[in-house]
């Protein structure tokens, strides 16, 4: 693969773990203000997301192939959700698999990137464990 083919790949691995880690924030986001009214977790994933922006580059829309994506169907097991707390792990660990990614891939173009995804990463396993332990009292 030639230097040029897989800085595109590249981009495009950025940019699909990107919208990944920013929907799965989301969901848990949502959950958090709608279904539980927690202002705090609302707010701390918030500003979360908003973190993320920093990363984001237009120019790497260039190389989105959403309809070509070979993995766009879903399959069972993404389909079986059957309550809150299944939502809430699935968005976990969406989240926080796409931060690993992006933590690896910036390595390649970006160090401080890099760093700021490994943090974010950390934050997503505690507010992780805060939601869940609120959940047993």
Same mark, same amino acid.
């Given at each position: 693969?030639?230097?040029?083919?897989?800085?595109? @790949? +590249?981009?495009?691995? *950025?940019?699909?773990? /990107?919208?990944? /880690?920013?929907?799965?924030?989301?969901?848990?986001?949502?959950?958090?203000?709608? +279904?539980?009214?927690?202002?705090?977790?609302?707010?701390?994933?918030?500003?979360?997301?908003? @973190? *993320? $922006? !920093?990363?984001?580059? $237009?120019?790497?829309?260039?190389?989105?192939? !959403?309809?070509?994506?070979?993995?766009?169907?879903?399959?069972?097991?993404?389909?079986?959700?059957? &309550? +809150? &707390?299944?939502?809430?792990?699935?968005?976990? !660990?969406?989240? $926080?698999?796409?931060?690993?990614?992006?933590?690896? !891939?910036?390595?390649?173009?970006?160090?401080? /990137?890099?760093? /700021?995804?490994?943090?974010?990463?950390?934050?997503?396993?505690?507010?992780?464990?805060?939601?869940?332990? @609120? $959940?047993?009292?």
């Amino acid at each position: 693969m030639t230097r040029e083919v897989n800085s595109v @790949k +590249i981009a495009r691995l *950025i940019d699909a773990n /990107l919208n990944r /880690l920013k929907e799965g924030i989301r969901v848990i986001e949502d959950i958090n203000r709608y +279904i539980y009214d927690d202002t705090v977790l609302t707010f701390t994933l918030k500003a979360l997301r908003h @973190k *993320i $922006q !920093s990363a984001y580059d $237009q120019k790497r829309l260039r190389y989105r192939d !959403s309809e070509h994506d070979v993995q766009k169907k879903s399959i069972g097991s993404e389909m079986a959700r059957s &309550n +809150i &707390n299944d939502l809430m792990i699935a968005n976990f !660990s969406r989240a $926080q698999e796409s931060a690993r990614v992006l933590e690896e !891939s910036f390595k390649l173009t970006d160090l401080s /990137l890099s760093e /700021l995804f490994k943090d974010l990463r950390y934050e997503l396993y505690s507010i992780e464990k805060i939601f869940f332990l @609120k $959940q047993k009292d």
